[in-house]
């Protein structure tokens, strides 16, 4: 099957298009304070970004762009400030000009990887923790999904020497239906070999993309492939954790309007993109529903 892919662009000057709260993030991340800006190379056909930067204009990274927001996530008291995309990893420098002297706040990056970060390691500086996310475990999938047929190798590469230069790393893995043996697998089995000491994310909250162009990936994980990553991720013997596969219980955070998408996939199953405190009390008010339905 052919599909065809997204103009992958990245604009100038960076656009922050949302700024949102999420607690669906790994232990001792969240709650996270996100901060997306626009643009990105890749194409993958599963992105729900795109919609977003394409569609809100946003407002224009600067030094007192980030100031609001830095102030912000002090108010909801969120304990990490993540630079998510698009991709970020395009805009190092003009974050780093951009950051308010007395940001108190680790800040975290979130990239795709898609160029050599290692080489700007005195701009990574900045961050306390850069978590990537390695979302194939062979080409063929990388290719029919959007990121190309040359995707694992530089990958690899990119990855190791970010380790090799010290930099704090966390794989992400973004579990994908029908994936598992594919790309899961041999995700872990590569960390295994070559980055045993780096902590892993497995992310089992997949929510059906907006445009359906691949049929697999228009619905959630079953429960039996929720059940086989983490059955894979403990064989690894790697230092993991899921997100996404339950509602975050964290209570008293966040304040503000938020606004909370939801997707319906064709099997009926209601899926949250964004957990933050508005989501987790309408996750937490449908599941309360349907308990009181089972007699
Ligand atoms: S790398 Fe992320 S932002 Fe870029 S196209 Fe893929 S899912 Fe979207």
């Known amino acids: ?28 991340l969240a709650p996270a304070y996100m901060i997306g800006l626009d643009g990105c190379r890749r194409g993958c056909l599963f992105c729900h970004a795109r919609g977003d930067w394409e569609a809100f204009a946003g407002e224009e990274l ?26 970020p990893g395009w805009r190092l420098a003009e974050i780093e000009s951009a950051l308010p002297a ?4 680790p800040l975290v990056l ?16 900045a961050f306390k923790l850069v978590i990537v996310s390695l979302k194939f475990g062979r080409d063929q999938c990388a290719a029919r ?11 690899r590469e990119r990855l ?36 045993p000491l780096v902590p892993v994310t497995l992310l089992l909250g997949f929510v059906p993309p907006p445009r359906p162009q691949v049929p697999e990936l228009q619905r959630t994980l079953t ?27 964290m209570k008293g ?8 998408d939801v997707v319906i996939d064709a099997a009926g199953a209601i899926c949250l993109p964004t957990m933050g405190p508005a989501a987790q009390a309408l996750a937490a008010g449908l599941c309360a529903a349907c308990e009181e339905e089972i007699p």
């Open 1 to 28: 099957m052919s599909v065809s892919g997204t103009t992958a662009t990245v604009s100038a000057p960076p656009r922050i298009y949302a700024a949102w709260q999420s607690l669906s993030e790994e232990t001792g």
């Open 62 to 87: 600067s030094r007192e762009s980030l100031a609001h927001h830095f102030r912000r996530a002090r108010e909801w008291q969120c304990c990490t400030i993540q630079f998510t995309g698009g991709e």
């Open 102 to 105: 007395a940001g108190d706040l």
């Open 110 to 125: 979130n990239t795709s990887l898609d160029q050599p970060l290692h080489l700007q390691a005195e701009l990574l500086a």
């Open 145 to 155: 999904l959007g990121c190309g047929s040359d995707y694992l190798g530089p990958m």
């Open 160 to 195: 190791v020497a970010m380790y090799e230069a010290g930099i704090p790393l966390r794989v992400r893995h973004l579990v994908m239906p029908g994936h598992l043996d594919c790309c899961l697998r041999p995700t872990l089995d590569w960390l295994v070999r070559e980055l």
């Open 223 to 249: 429960l039996d492939e929720r059940h086989a990553a983490l059955a894979q991720a403990t064989r690894s013997g790697l230092c993991w954790e899921a997100v996404g596969a339950q509602i975050p219980a």
């Open 253 to 260: 955070h966040g304040t503000g309007p938020e606004l909370v």
